[in-house]
C-alpha cells in the first residue's frame, strides 16, 4: 500500500521515547522527514543520534520544546520553518497520567495536570494551524480511552484527555476540507522504562490478572501498533477520514447495549 508519505515534513511532539518515538520510526520508514520534540530528556538526543544512523543526518533532527509554554513552541516553529520551510503533518503526543487518586483533586494538582495534559496539546495545534493551512495539512491527536470511559485512572487526566478528543472534533468540522483531523486513544501500551513497565515490576501478577480480565485481546498494545495506526490517518490512503477518535486498546472499551 502506497501512503504517499514520501517527503513529508513531519513534527511529532513527546517523541523522545515510547509512542512517539515509533510513530518517528514508522514515518521515517515511509521516506518522511521527521522532527522529534520533547521538554529536553537526555532520550531524546540519544534517540536523536539512532534515527539519524539507521536514516540519515538531513532526514530526522530533534528539538527542544515544553508545548505547554507558548514562547518555547513560538521557537519551535521559527526552527520549523527554517529547516524546511513547510510543515505537512503534526502529531501531538503530549501529556502525563500520574496524578492523585482524589475524586476532585486539589487546585494546584488540577491546574498541572491539565496543563501538561490539555494545554500543551491546544498551544501546540494552535501554534501550529497557520502552517498547515498552507500546506493542507493534518492534525493527529494521541488522547487516552481514559478520555472516553471511566476506566479508574485519575479524574484530572481522565477529564483532559476527554476535552482533547472534543477539541479535536469540534476543529476538523471548521478546518475542513483543507486539514484533516483525527485522534487516537491507545489503551494500555507497554515498552521499557514506561509506566506498565513500572508497574509490572512492582506488582506483575495483579497486572496480569487486570490484562486478563479487562482486555478481550490478552495482551498490552505495542508502541508499534499505534503508530502504524497513526501513520496510516496521516497518509492520503486516510483522505477522507477526518474528525474520528480510534480507540486501539484490545478491545478494552467494547460497550454492550
Known amino acids: 500500500m502506497n501512503l504517499n508519505l514520501n517527503n513529508k515534513k513531519v513534527l511529532i511532539t513527546g517523541a523522545s521515547r515510547g509512542i512517539g518515538l515509533s510513530i518517528a520510526k514508522q514515518f521515517l520508514n515511509e521516506k518522511s522527514k521527521v522532527c522529534i520534540v520533547s521538554r529536553g530528556s537526555d532520550d531524546l538526543f540519544s534517540n536523536e543520534e539512532k534515527l539519524q544512523d539507521s536514516y540519515g543526518e538531513k532526514n530526522v533532527f530533534a528539538s527542544r520544546c515544553d508545548c505547554s509554554d507558548i514562547e518555547s513552541l513560538n521557537n519551535l516553529s521559527i526552527t520549523i520553518k527554517e529547516s524546511w520551510e513547510q510543515l505537512d503533518i503534526i502529531v501531538i503526543n503530549v501529556g502525563d497520567g500520574q496524578s492523585v ?50 476506566i479508574g485512572a485519575p479524574t484530572d487526566y481522565s477529564t483532559a484527555k476527554a476535552a482533547i478528543i472534543a477539541l479535536a472534533k469540534n476543529m476538523s468540522r ?24 513500572k508497574k509490572i515490576k512492582q506488582d506483575k501478577k495483579r497486572v496480569d490478572e ?8 490478552n495482551r498490552f498494545a505495542t508502541p508499534r501498533d499505534i503508530a502504524s495506526a497513526a501513520v496510516f490517518l496521516c497518509s492520503d490512503q486516510a483522505s477522507f477520514i477526518t474528525g474520528i477518535n480510534l480507540a486501539i486498546d484490545g478491545g478494552q472499551t467494547i460497550g454492550v447495549m
Open 101 to 150: 487518586a482524589d475524586s476532585i483533586p486539589n487546585d494546584n494538582d488540577w491546574k498541572k495536570n491539565w496543563n501538561n495534559n490539555f494545554e500543551s496539546a491546544l498551544q501546540t495545534a494552535r501554534t501550529f494551524l497557520p502552517m498547515l493551512e498552507e500546506s493542507d495539512g493534518v492534525i493527529l491527536f494521541i488522547s487516552s480511552i481514559a478520555g472516553m470511559e471511566a
Open 174 to 197: 471548521k478546518v475542513a476540507p483543507n486539514i484533516r483531523v483525527n485522534v487516537i486513544s491507545p489503551g494500555n501500551v507497554y515498552f521499557d522504562g514506561g509506566s506498565w513497565d
Open 210 to 217: 487486570m490484562i486478563k480480565t479487562s482486555v478481550p485481546m
